[in-house]
């Protein structure tokens, strides 16, 4: 039989073995890589909103129904903390102390900041930068719910004379982050505040 007389063959299909890989198989990779891309945003998510200080209401309970606090009340401080005490638990704040079962007094706020460290030719190479927060939570007894207290934050940064501007705008940075850092300590120990024996 001559070549021209042979029987024409059909290609044979590869068959995919449990070796080959997915992408050649056209498997599932794409929708694996869906989800995992899924996941990943999702935390990213949820690290993005924790370390914006939002807390989800009724997520924070605390021994007293009614809260007032005391303080200077344009403090940056004293706006924030009552804005996150708004924001988390079932607590009312009172707009007055009678009204209120417990009396949250910030009794002082101080920022400070020193030299940390100098260079080999005496030039400042580090700041210190420190925040202190006394209060104390009592009824409108004088009975204390919670004994006075202090948070007391610090953090340094590196300074450069040729990046003055850049370094300013670091240390506001660092003072809102202290402050911050300083109102979510205070709730957290409002969290074990008691009522006081009459």
Partial sequence: MSSSERPAVAPVAPVA??????RARGGDAPPRRAAVAGLVCGLVLAAGITGCGFRLRGDVTYAFSTLYV???????IVVELTRTLENGGETR?????????AILEITNVVDDKGV????????????????????????????DW?????????????????????????????????QTDAVQQIVRRLQAAKKPVA
């Fill in 17 to 22: 073995s449990a070796h080959t890989p997915a």
């Fill in 70 to 76: 005391s303080g200077p009340p344009s403090a940056p």
């Fill in 93 to 101: 704040l009172a707009k007055a102390p009678a009204e209120a079962q």
């Fill in 116 to 143: 940390l460290s100098l260079s080999s030719g005496g030039r400042v190479r580090e700041y210190l930068l420190t925040k202190r927060v006394s209060f104390n939570v009592h009824d409108g007894a004088g009975r």
């Fill in 146 to 178: 919670l004994p006075a207290g202090e948070i007391s934050i610090r953090r340094s940064y590196t300074f450069n004379e040729s990046e003055v501007l850049a370094r300013e705008a670091q240390e506001q940075r660092m003072l809102r982050e202290m």
